[in-house]
């Protein structure tokens, strides 16, 4: 769901890659958490996280748009909207669309008898057993060996290790939070609470820091993903 550094080095000579959802059918409970997005000090653009459940059911919604603009030479826009379903914890659908400054990806997944079929613009076959998202918004996905990539379908296996104790600055100040590596395939620190909230990421981009932090914690995305 949210982008990684080769995906942002397409702007300097690189392209983005975050997911983004849209709204699930009416739920029980819901919790929506706001994003901020910067590339270095300069903010890029915006993200949400909705989660809702109904019963042993949790749709995700994830909104994400980004604008660039480089010495106002080189502008760039990006727009994602993905929808993930899950029933206890298993992914069951995705609808993913992106907009990635004119070029368009999806990632389109559907559970069936044979496993979870995807249909996408980087990989169409089936995925098997209980992958996570690259929507980063649980940190039971850590605990998944294969990952789906939500902009565009791809599979892939990255290594997972827990870097330590680490301070994430978010709109509360700096958050007390666990580092975790993600290499081979993404390549993204992902920062988790003292409650196992998604905090946000980070990345290096060129000598630059990219960052993902959350600017509005809303409700417990924890609380509606186990229940």
Known sequence: MFPDRRQFLALTGA??????????????????????VY???????????RLSRSGSRVDAEIEVSLH??????INFDYQLSNRESWQDGVLQE??????NNGPIEYANAS??????????????????????????????FLERRTWINTQNGKVFTP?????????????EGETP???????????????YDSNFE????????????????????GGSLNRIWRG
């Open 198 to 217: 998604w905090m946000g990421s980070s990345f290096s981009v060129a000598g630059r820091t990219a960052r993902i932090a959350m600017s509005s914690r």
């Open 39 to 49: 590339l270095g000090r300069k903010k890029v653009g915006d993200s949400s996280v």
């Open 94 to 99: 995705m609808r993913s669309r992106t907009n």
């Open 15 to 36: 392209s983005l890659t975050i997911a983004s959802l849209s709204a699930g059918p009416a739920a029980a409970a819901s919790a929506t958490r706001q994003f901020a």
């Open 68 to 73: 660039l603009s480089i010495l106002g030479l």
């Open 159 to 171: 290594s997972i290790g827990r870097v330590g104790a680490a301070n994430f600055t978010t709109a």
């Open 177 to 191: 939070c666990t580092r975790y590596a993600l290499r081979d395939g993404v390549n993204s620190d992902l920062y």
């Open 111 to 140: 559970r069936t008898g044979r496993g979870l079929e995807m249909d996408g613009s980087g990989y169409q076959g089936i995925i098997e057993g209980n992958p996570a998202t690259t929507s980063y918004f649980t940190s039971d």
